[in-house]
């Protein structure tokens, strides 16, 4: 009797007789799992598209400008080209504006340059007038003196306001010394007009009884009487 067909048989019954009798262990069973085989065409996906960006300051909303309640607003889109319509600006924009040289308002400013005047000129003026010096100054000069003052009081006003609107931390005691001398010239000038007011009131009181003197207005004010008349025998 041959051995050839058992022999045959066993390697035919071997895979189901180790199949029936031989279980993996369960850490190896994800292992043994049927896995597909990929394909070796390499599928090209294309990459979703990054959000557009939004500006923070643009409104995305198409029905701006339209009621909420009545839903009206633009019946149609306007085209500013081809149009006479100004073109929008930027909010820091100004306008250039063209000033004459000879304009009244630059006397508002020391230079017309640098608004600021620097502590250095700020400081550099004399002492104020005396009452003594100004009481030999005919009216005119004492109005235009007055007048020059209030100029500089301006100005100095104008160079103190720039300064605190751009920052500077520099200059204030020099501004308050410069604006103290002309406001002393000033009080100065009032002293002396006060004097010849006064002045006034007395001389109007002695001519009201003065025959020479004419208060009426009518005619010559003084009208000397003859010295001979006035002398008495």
Known sequence: MSLKPFLSVGVALRPKILADTFSPPIFLAPS????????????????????????????HNRGRGESAIRRTGLRHQFALAGSKQPLP??????????????????????????PVID??????????????????????DLHSLWWVCA???????????????????????????????????????????????????????????DREVDMSGEGPAYVPEAFEASIPF
Request: glycine share 4%.
């Open 32 to 59: 043994l799992q049927f896995t597909r085989q990929k394909s070796s065409h390499r599928v090209l996906r294309r990459r979703p598209k990054p959000p557009p960006i939004r500006h923070p300051d643009r409104v």
């Open 151 to 209: 100029k500089e009081k301006n100005r100095i006003a104008t160079s103190s306001n720039e300064r605190k609107a751009l920052g500077d931390g520099y200059g204030e005691y020099e501004e308050k010394e410069r604006y103290n001398t002309v406001n002393k010239t000033q009080r100065a000038i009032k002293h002396v007009l006060t004097e010849r007011y006064y002045s006034w009131q007395d001389a109007t009181k002695i001519a009201a009884n």
């Open 119 to 140: 502590p250095t000129v700020m400081a550099s003026h004399g002492r104020p007038w005396t009452a003594a010096e100004l009481r030999g100054k005919s009216w005119e």
């Open 89 to 114: 600006v930027p909010n820091n924009w100004k306008p250039k504006i063209e000033v004459a040289e000879n304009h009244g308002l630059w006397q508002f400013f020391q230079d017309k340059k640098t």
